[in-house]
């Protein structure tokens, strides 16, 4: 007997195929696995002679860019509320909550709840979110935006080797000639080149830069794997409501943690919550579990990008020549890095198993 599509237990996709609800196929990642029409600029099929669909214009490459631009957003916004790394990060994640908890509920109704290893490797990432952030921000004042900025972008290596170490997934050779291109793009828009560079305490701000780079490269990966079984935004209010507890109780001890910072101080990290985690990162933690690991981490490299044409329009500063030149690496490195490349994987993630069809 064929399950009917009208029983509550069944759904019916685009092919007209009906499926269990809460299957393999009834999640985003189940989705991103059939073939559906071109015209919808969806996602293509994930099989092993056509892997990812990577267009850059279209599905998630598209989404996760334009997430990669409203991070930047959050970015110029933390420079204007100029408080201490603690006071930042948890007042950025925990403005967020309100909005993210209604998004979440929505989720859970159409889709189950979060397993308890989700939840774990949700607050994991959490953690070091929190980390990447505090550090980073410190680091910017020790060593200088510039310098930061280059080294916390080495994502973009940390993050496929993360998958290809763990998951065993494939990295192009073609996304192995772009990265030298990239990073030297993010140099040159930072101001490293040029004079740009600055800071007061070089060594310290170094070895912040590398640790909040480490962090950031976990935390990108952990944020891409809860993704993969459909519940994306569930993982990601878990994400943010640990990176808000860790940031609170971690900079209490480090720096400090204003919680009364003033009106206009919260205003700037309100901006900061919405642009950035709302809408930046949550359009991150959607569409990264739907493309290969090089792909999201080289479309990341754009917010060095958005950041500098931002302040240029809010803070009135000045790009120079050298800016704009890496500014256009880093689109080019983007763009060629990741596009009509594929990436082998053809299951879940390797640690849930896929769930069993049911009998006719």
């Avoid at 237990?9 to 685009?14: H, I, K, L, Q």
């Avoid at 994991?124 to 004042?141: E, H, K, S």
């Avoid at 192995?176 to 040159?188: D, E, K, Q, S, T």
């Avoid at 507890?245 to 990290?269: N, R, Y």
Wanted: aromatic share 6%; with cysteine.
């Amino acid at each position: 007997m064929i399950p009917d599509a009208n029983r509550p237990n069944a759904v019916r996709n685009s092919a007209g195929a009906t499926l269990p609800v809460g299957s393999d196929e009834d999640t985003l990642a189940g989705y991103a696995r059939h073939k559906v029409d071109a015209s919808t600029h969806r996602v293509g099929p994930v099989t092993p002679e056509n892997g990812y669909r990577t267009d850059m214009t279209l599905g998630p490459a598209g989404r996760l860019a334009i997430g990669a631009l409203f991070v930047s957003v959050s970015s110029v916004l933390i420079d204007l509320a100029d408080t201490t790394p603690g006071t930042a990060t948890f007042y950025r994640c925990a403005l967020s909550l309100p909005f993210l908890v209604v998004l979440a509920a929505v989720e859970r109704r159409r889709r189950r709840g979060l397993q308890r290893d989700e939840v774990l490797l949700a607050l994991l990432a959490g953690a070091f979110f929190a980390g990447d952030g505090m550090l980073w921000t410190r680091a910017i004042a020790e060593v200088g935006a510039g310098l930061s900025t280059v080294v916390v972008n080495v994502q973009v290596i940390g993050v496929p080797l993360l998958a290809w170490a763990v998951d065993g997934e494939t990295i192009p050779g073609r996304f192995v000639a772009w990265v030298p291109v990239m990073i030297l793009g993010v140099a040159l828009t930072a101001g490293l080149v040029g004079g740009g560079a600055s800071g007061t305490n070089p060594v310290w701000g170094t070895v912040h830069s590398v640790l909040a780079a480490a962090c950031y490269s976990v935390f990108l990966y952990l944020l891409r794997r809860t993704g993969m079984a459909g519940r994306p935004i569930q993982n990601y209010f878990v994400v943010m409501a640990s990176t808000a507890v860790v940031a609170l109780v971690a900079g209490w001890f480090w720096h400090g943690t204003d919680l009364t910072p003033g009106a206009q101080v919260l205003g700037w990290l309100l901006g900061s919550a919405v642009a950035g985690m709302v809408i930046g990162w949550l359009l991150v933690a959607t569409s990264s579990p739907q493309l290969p690991s090089h792909v999201g981490a080289a479309l990341l490299m754009l917010t060095p990008v958005g950041a500098l044409v931002l302040s240029a329009v809010a803070l009135h500063e000045r790009p120079t020549v050298l800016q704009l030149t890496g500014c256009v690496l880093i689109l080019l490195g983007a763009y060629f890095s990741g596009n009509r490349l594929t990436g082998r994987r053809t299951d879940r993630a390797p640690d849930r198993p896929r769930p069993e069809r049911p009998s006719p």
